[in-house]
């Protein structure tokens, strides 16, 4: 809500992009990923930060983000960004989730869960390096970092 009122309002291009079809496929994509991977990630971080050692609560979220991923896989755009060609609201609510799902949770469940998700895992290659979010996507590299040797400097 919060951020189509400031697309709305504010000037520049449109994250919700300029066709009724465009926008309906961003608003599925943000509401796919609000549903599905929101409340698993939710979950993860209630865990990481009052139970970071029970690795096992964390193993058993992975069926939920399976099956947010399954969903996402079925939607996601097979070429350019997460909606269509342009980047869009949807890629910035599906991005930084996907970063979690591929570079955080496999080290603490043991299993890479998109490696099953052909679409996803080609949408995720191309988000790395678009210019708008390579560089958040970089910011939420080195904060993770700083966590977790906060994290193992506690445990000592």
Wanted: aromatic share 10%; net charge neutral; proline share 7%.
């Amino acid at each position: 809500m919060i951020c189509g009122y400031l697309d709305a309002t504010l000037s520049g291009p449109s994250l919700y992009l300029d066709t009724p079809e465009a926008r309906a496929r961003v608003t599925l994509m943000v509401r796919l990923s609000d549903l599905y991977l929101a409340p698993p990630l939710h979950d993860f971080f209630v865990l990481l930060f009052t139970q970071p050692g029970n690795r096992d609560a964390i193993v058993a979220l992975a069926p939920a983000f399976a099956r947010g991923l399954k969903f996402l896989d079925i939607y996601v755009a097979k070429d350019g960004c997460a909606a269509e060609a342009r980047f869009s609201q949807a890629d910035c609510a599906l991005a930084p989730m996907l970063f979690y799902v591929d570079e955080v949770l496999p080290g603490l469940i043991g299993q890479a869960l998109l490696e099953k998700r052909p679409a996803l895992t080609a949408y995720w290659q191309r988000i790395k390096t678009h210019p708008v979010a390579a560089p958040v996507l970089e910011e939420m590299r080195v904060s993770w970092g700083r966590y977790q040797q906060k994290l193992q400097a506690a445990q000592q």
